[in-house]
C-alpha cells in the first residue's frame, strides 16, 4: 500500500452528492496519491486505511470537514490601490461617476501597464494565500486589467507563475474583453480583442476560458457575441458577465453559446433562469458584489427553481476587495436568504459545475481531489451562522496540510 493521510473523528464531514449536499456524522476521510480513497464513517475508513500506519494522521475531533472551495470567478491579478474609490462611493460618487473621472477598471489598467510580471505574480500570491486561509483550493482567475497584447499576455503568464508556486490551482480566463481602453472605439477594440489578443493568448496556450463584460455601454450582445464565438473558435470555452446593471440579454447569449456561466445576473428575469438551467449555463451569483455596490442582491430562488445548479464566488477585484469565499457563503446565507446547506453546496460543486469540473473538486467522494477544509465548527451550518469572523483552522490540497492555524 502506498502512503497516504487520513482525517479521523470529523464531527461532521460534508461528501455532496448529486442533487443535494450529504453529511455524515463522526466521519474520516483518507487520502492516497492526492485523492479520495475513502470518505465516510470512521469506522469503515479507518479500517481500510488505519491511522497508525498513515503517513500523516489529523484529528478533526469535533470539528466539521468539508470539500475545499472553489471560487469559480476572481479578477485577483491586478496592481495598483483603488481604497479611496471605496471613501468615495461611501461618500455618495456612484461606480460609473469614478469611472468617468479615471477611476475604475482603466486605473487598474494604467497600474498593470506600468508593472512588471514580478509584481502581478507577488500580489496574486498574497491574494492567493488570504483566499487559502478562508478555505479556497481552486480559483478561476480573469485577465482583463491589460487591455494590449502585451499586457494581457502578461496577467496570463503571471496567473500560470503563481500556479506553479502556489498549493491553489488556478484556472485562468482570458478577458480582454473587460473594458474598453482609453483612444479606442468599441467596435475596433472588439476587433484588435478576436483578429490581435486571442490568437496571442490561444497560441501559447494560456487560457482555458474567454469572458466578456456584456453590459449597457460596455460591450453589447452583439459585441459579446463576437469575442465569445472567437474565442471558441480558439477553443476557450465562454463566459460571460451578464445582466449586471440592466439586462440586455446577456443570460440568452450564454444559453445560446451553451457557455460555461453566466455571473452576476442580478437583472436576469425568471425566462432567463429558464434559458440558463435549459442550457446547463451555471449562474455564478456574486453577493459579495451587490455588498460592496450597495446594489441589491441576486435572487438564487429564481435559478435553483428553475433546475439550474448554482454557484457562488467572490467576484474578487479592486472594487470588491474580499478573497474569502467563507465570506461569500456568510453573504449568500445573510443577503441572498440562501439556506446553509444551499450556500455550501454553492460554494463546491456548483462552483466546480462553474469551471467545467462536475467531477472533481467540490466533493469528498472516491476519485476526487483531495482538496479539504476542517472548520473549527460542529457542522456547516455553523460556518454562515458565525459570520465575520473564519472558521476555517487547516486546509488541506492533495491530501497535504497546506494551512493550519492550530
Ligand atoms: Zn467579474
Not at 5 to 24: E, I, K, P, W
Not at 42 to 59: F, G, K, L, M
Not at 160 to 182: C, K, N, W, Y
Amino acid at each position: 500500500m502506498t502512503e497516504y493521510t487520513v482525517v479521523h473523528g470529523a464531527a461532521q464531514l460534508v461528501r455532496n452528492r448529486d442533487g443535494g449536499l450529504d453529511a455524515v456524522s463522526d466521519a474520516a476521510v483518507a487520502v492516497e496519491n492526492g485523492r479520495v480513497a475513502a470518505a465516510g464513517p470512521t469506522d469503515d475508513v479507518v479500517r481500510a486505511y488505519p491511522t497508525e500506519n498513515a503517513a500523516a494522521a489529523v484529528d478533526a475531533g469535533g470539528k466539521t470537514v468539508l470539500p475545499g472551495f472553489v471560487d469559480p470567478h476572481t479578477h485577483a491579478v491586478f496592481a495598483g490601490d483603488r481604497a479611496d474609490e471605496f471613501t468615495a462611493k461611501l461618500r455618495g460618487k456612484t461606480y460609473q461617476e469614478i469611472a468617468a473621472e479615471g477611476g475604475g477598471i482603466l486605473r487598474t489598467v494604467r497600474a498593470v501597464r506600468e508593472a512588471s510580471r514580478e509584481t502581478l505574480v507577488r500580489n496574486l500570491l498574497s491574494h492567493l494565500d488570504e483566499m487559502l486561509a478562508h478555505g479556497t483550493t481552486t480559483a478561476e482567475v480573469k485577465s482583463g486589467y491589460g487591455l494590449s497584447i502585451d499586457a494581457e499576455t502578461k496577467l496570463l503568464e503571471a496567473i500560470r507563475e503563481a500556479d506553479q508556486r502556489h498549493s491553489i490551482d488556478l484556472v485562468p480566463t482570458f478577458m480582454g474583453a473587460h473594458a474598453v481602453p482609453e483612444g479606442w472605439e468599441t467596435d475596433d477594440y472588439v476587433d484588435h480583442v478576436i483578429e490581435a489578443q486571442l490568437p496571442a493568448v490561444a497560441d501559447r496556450g494560456l487560457a482555458e476560458f474567454c469572458d466578456v463584460f456584456c453590459e449597457a455601454g460596455i460591450f453589447s450582445v452583439d459585441q459579446s457575441r463576437r469575442v465569445l464565438a472567437a474565442g471558441r473558435d480558439h477553443g476557450l470555452t465562454p463566459k460571460i458577465h451578464a445582466e449586471e446593471f440592466e439586462r440586455i440579454g446577456g443570460a440568452e447569449l450564454a444559453a445560446e453559446l451553451g457557455a460555461a456561466s453566466a455571473d452576476h445576473l442580478l437583472q436576469a428575469t425568471p425566462a432567463d433562469a429558464q434559458a440558463l438551467a435549459g442550457a446547463d449555463v451555471v449562474p455564478v451569483l456574486l453577493p459579495g458584489t451587490a455588498f460592496a455596490l450597495d446594489a441589491d442582491y441576486a435572487d438564487p430562488e429564481q435559478f435553483a427553481g428553475a433546475g439550474a445548479e448554482v454557484a457562488i464566488a467572490t467576484d474578487f477585484n479592486p472594487n470588491c476587495f474580499s478573497q474569502s469565499m467563507e465570506f461569500a457563503v456568510d453573504l449568500a446565507c445573510h443577503g441572498m436568504r440562501m439556506a446553509p446547506e444551499s450556500a455550501v453546496r454553492a460554494a463546491t460543486v456548483g462552483a466546480a459545475a462553474a469551471i467545467d469540473r462536475p467531477d472533481g473538486p467540490g466533493r469528498l467522494r472516491e476519485g476526487a481531489p483531495g482538496d479539504l477544509v476542517i472548520a473549527d465548527v460542529p457542522d456547516y451550518e455553523h460556518v454562515p451562522y458565525n459570520f465575520g469572523v473564519s472558521t476555517v483552522e487547516t486546509v488541506l490540497k492533495a491530501g497535504e496540510v497546506v494551512y493550519d492555524a492550530r
